[in-house]
């Protein structure tokens, strides 16, 4: 995401770093440059100007203009500003009711991805601890009921199953009932969307929160309908006073604008970004980590709390034993793959690191996992085992079963072998801190 405007930003602020002194006229460029830039990525005009005001006005300030590198300081003022337009350093916390259970409302336009959300947002509640009820209010569109059941199901979550011929509020009102004596702390209702924003919406999404009395009520949003999710935000907000937007579809070919615009505009807060089409790909929107991506500055927190929820401490700790002794197998290697796939799209992983912001999913070999893991699955135990033993037929036989080359063959086994010479090095006590090794210690 992002992947236009970040890379305009960057070549803006990389030019700037090398000015041993930001001038009036400097700064006059470097702010047209960002205009265009912002501009071209559907960031609402008022926006744009917002930010832009605040740039310049900091950066002639005396802390620049007295600074030993002015050019970096000025790069440091875009950051603050732009992630005090997102919302500020600190994400924007769900609010829970004072006695549960409490109710979210998903609200927004068809299309924009709201039954996928309230699955998102019912394991993403589920993972923190709580125990959600999934309420499927939309009896509009036909199979959106049988929808929201399929993507519980996939994520082991309890769906309610309304009654036939029921109004959208006698559903969301039994389901609460059915919640609160059954033991479930939160309730996620997804709501009926149109293709367009009608008195008729309007009305039932008021009753609705005058039925259940919602801890929250989220917009969704399609991030790729730019300033349109921005205006549908505004109208939902006057109608029902939302408390929290969800973006989706921020893997997608986004312009960003939308996530940019939106909370400024509307002064409703983002509060979640849907990041891919798995149930997992859902996270708390982090102001600043996300300028960090769009500046090439990574996001190594964001990356570190990806890792901790696929990697098995217990698997961690065998691979660190194994690793001791030196049995790194490629059986340990296949695990290994395993795990890295289950966080996502590697561009993802990827563009959390720092200066790798704008490595795109065209640059990086995204099927090299996927090969790596047949030829691997294509091997015997013996051969997984010690790889010393493939001989010319063995990598034949290996190369029929995984539909790869002999030399696809060979280069993973020359990559194994680096990666196995690279953990003989890690494991030297002079490269540990504290007797733990490096990305597996515990």
Known sequence: ????????????????????????AVLAATLRELRMALLEADVHVGVVKALLDGL??????EEVLR???????????????L??????????A???????????????????GKTTTAGKLGLWLKNSGHYPFLVPADVYRPAAIEQLIRVGKASGLKVHEPERGASPVQIAQAAALQARRSGYDTVVVDTAGRLHIDAELMDELRALKAAVEPAE??????????????????????????????????????????????????????????TGERPSEFEVFHPDRLVGRILGMGDLLGLIEKAEEVFDEEQAAVLERKLRKEEFTLESFRDQIRMIRKMGPLSGIVS?????????????????????????????SRERAAPQVLNGSRKRRIARGSGQSVQEINRLLKQFAQMKRMMRTLKDPRTRKGGKLPFFGR
Not at 83 to 92: D, E, N
Not at 94 to 112: E, T
Request: avoid cysteine; glycine fraction near 12%.
């Open 352 to 380: 959390m690191l720092p200066g790798m912001g704008n490595i795109r999913e065209a640059d990086l070999d995204s099927g090299a996992m996927v090969r790596a893991l047949a030829i691997v699955d294509s091997m015997t």
């Open 217 to 274: 009520i989220l917009f969704v949003a399609d991030a790729m309908t730019g300033q349109d999710a921005v205006r549908s935000a505004g109208e939902f907000h006057r109608a029902v006073d939302l408390t929290g937007v969800v973006l989706t579809k921020m893997d997608g070919d986004s312009r960003g604008g939308a996530a940019l615009s939106i909370g400024h505009v509307t002064g409703v807060r983002l509060k979640f970004l849907g």
């Open 1 to 24: 995401m992002f992947e236009n405007l970040s890379e305009k930003l960057q070549n803006v602020l990389r030019n700037l770093k090398g000015e041993a002194r930001v001038s009036e």
């Open 83 to 92: 992630a005090l337009l997102l919302g500020g350093a600190t994400p924007a």
């Open 56 to 61: 310049r006005a900091k950066a002639l300030g």
């Open 94 to 112: 769900l609010r829970f009711a004072s006695r549960p259970p409490s109710v979210f409302m998903l609200v927004g336009l068809q299309g924009s």
């Open 67 to 81: 600074s030993l590198s002015p050019g970096q300081q000025v790069v440091k003022i875009v950051r603050d500003e």
